[in-house]
């Protein structure tokens, strides 16, 4: 296929070729892979600055996304991609394959500098979806870290972070100049520009930007080396329309809840003390209700009980609807494909299982797909596969939950997307998704959410 960049496209392919530490933050669907490989291209065979180019991304992007792109696009089919996943045999192998760029997971990081050390071969190092180096007390930050200055090009590329995801940048932008913008420190970082947030104790969970002007001036420090695109400016996509399905199920079944979720809460304030919460116990008992919620329950041994079939009959009319269309669900728990995959074997559904299941989906071939917010998340293009979207089980993590989403609705999709929300009235899942749709941040919205039913229960059981 011709490639005929757009104006941001062929800005954000110049920023990089420019500047040897760049930041794209780029919203979902403008295209930042196929801008980076231009890139690549040019560095690698024009100007001959770049001899091998390390790509590192989510499991699921490097097995297939860089490669895939570069055999898309008729300016990039010469561009030789070696794939460095499966055993340590196999990513050795790999390794050992002379091609221009080296795709691996993030998690084989540590393995990675532990394999080539002070002799590393990388003049130019891609960080895909650099989020997931945002922890600068993570294994991978740590290791990659100690090659950097091996590296003479760096690149990261991620999405448009929200005002109190800003505090995630610091490991980032570490990554392109070694903190020479933000602080050698992140602990000097955190305390100019940010206010702690939800904690427990000396740990705090989150921090808020400290004022109006926050914003302003970190985009300000990092403004020469860093651009930022919203996809709202720039692409004309065709509509999205989100839609709630409220699934109601018997009356005997709501007072099931009701006792589910006091039992759960005395358990909670049983193992907290002095009834403080921890963010661990509040997804405990949250991932609890949200099984109750899709309709089936874990038990100790990891074997569940099946509730109610709610949710199993709303996605059957969204089914039935479609009418032979392609359908994406998301769910959240192995118990839902369990039973989705039961209940309607006629749809052939099929999990979400690599580089061959995306192609299959994307050339038609499946009805029904099945994937875990997670799994297909960051960088994978689905668009042309379908325009209906479930989320059978719903998430608190606004970023999974925007990244999924976007998955159908982005550059290339010709259809109006339509994503479904399947929510049980009475129960956790309304919480979730007014935290999801007032784009709440995910450990306050969390946080609160447990807390409100931990006063519902106190309120229904005067004795406590």
């Known amino acids: 296929m011709q490639y005929t960049a757009h104006k941001y496209q062929d800005r954000a ?11 794209l933050f780029l919203e979902m669907g403008l295209g930042k892979t196929v801008a980076t490989l231009t890139a690549i291209d040019e560095l690698v065979y024009q100007r001959l600055e770049v001899g091998k180019v390390l790509v590192v991304a989510p499991k699921r992007v490097t097995e297939s996304t860089w490669s895939d792109e570069v055999e898309k696009w008729d300016h990039l089919k010469h561009l030789r991609v070696s794939v460095v996943l499966g055993t340590a045999k196999k990513r050795k192998a790999a390794l050992r394959e002379d091609a221009d760029i080296y ?7 540590p393995w990675l500098v532990g394999e080539y050390g002070l002799d590393w071969p990388f003049d130019m190092v891609v960080i895909d979806e650099s989020t997931s180096f945002k922890n600068s007390q993570s294994a991978r930050f740590k290791n990659l870290r100690k090659v950097l200055p091996l590296s003479t090009r760096k690149v990261i590329l991620t999405g448009t972070p929200a005002p109190n995801k800003l505090v995630d940048l610091w490991a980032q932008l570490y990554i392109l100049d070694q903190g020479e913008r ?7 970082f955190r305390n100019q520009y940010f206010n702690p947030g939800h904690g427990s104790g000396h740990v705090v969970y989150e921090y808020k930007v400290k004022d109006k002007n926050t914003e302003g001036a970190i985009s300000g420090k990092i403004a020469d080396i860093c651009i930022s695109m919203k996809s709202a400016d720039y692409l004309d996509l065709p509509e ?12 005997d079944v709501l007072e099931r809840y009701k006792e589910f979720k006091k039992e759960k809460v005395l358990e909670l304030l049983e193992e907290s003390d002095d009834e403080v919460i921890t963010a661990a116990n509040a997804a405990a008992l949250s991932n609890k209700l949200l099984q109750f919620a899709n309709g089936a329950v874990y038990k100790e041994d990891k074997s569940y009980t099946e509730i109610h079939d709610g949710k199993l009959d709303a996605l059957g009319d969204i089914l039935e609807a479609a009418n032979g269309r392609p359908v994406l669900c998301f769910y959240n728990f192995k118990s839902d494909v369990s039973r989705i995959t ?12 690599g580089k061959e299941s995306l192609r299959r989906w994307n050339d038609g071939k499946i009805q029904l797909l099945l994937a875990h917010p997670k799994s297909a998340g960051h960088g994978l293009n689905m668009q042309k596969g379908g325009n209906i979207a479930v989320f059978y089980g719903l998430t608190w993590s606004l970023e999974e939950y925007q990244q999924a989403g976007a998955r159908l609705h982005r550059q290339g999709q010709t259809c109006v997307v339509t994503v479904y929300h399947l929510a049980t009235l009475g129960t956790i899942d309304k919480k979730v998704l007014n935290a999801l749709e ?11 959410a447990v807390k409100a039913i931990v006063d519902e229960v106190k309120q229904e059981t005067p004795a406590l």
Do not use: C
Not at 103 to 109: D, F, G, H, V
Not at 182 to 188: D, R
Not at 438 to 448: H, V
């Open 103 to 109: 795709a691996i997971n993030r998690e084989n990081i």
């Open 342 to 353: 039961e209940r309607f074997s006629k749809y052939a559904p099929e999990l979400i299982a």
């Open 438 to 448: 007032g784009k709440a941040s995910t450990q306050d919205a969390l946080m609160d």
């Open 240 to 251: 999205r329309i989100n839609q709630t399905v409220e699934v109601t199920v018997p009356p």
């Open 13 to 23: 392919t110049r920023h990089i070729i420019e500047n040897p530490a760049a930041g």
């Open 182 to 188: 933000l602080g050698s420190h992140i602990t000097k």
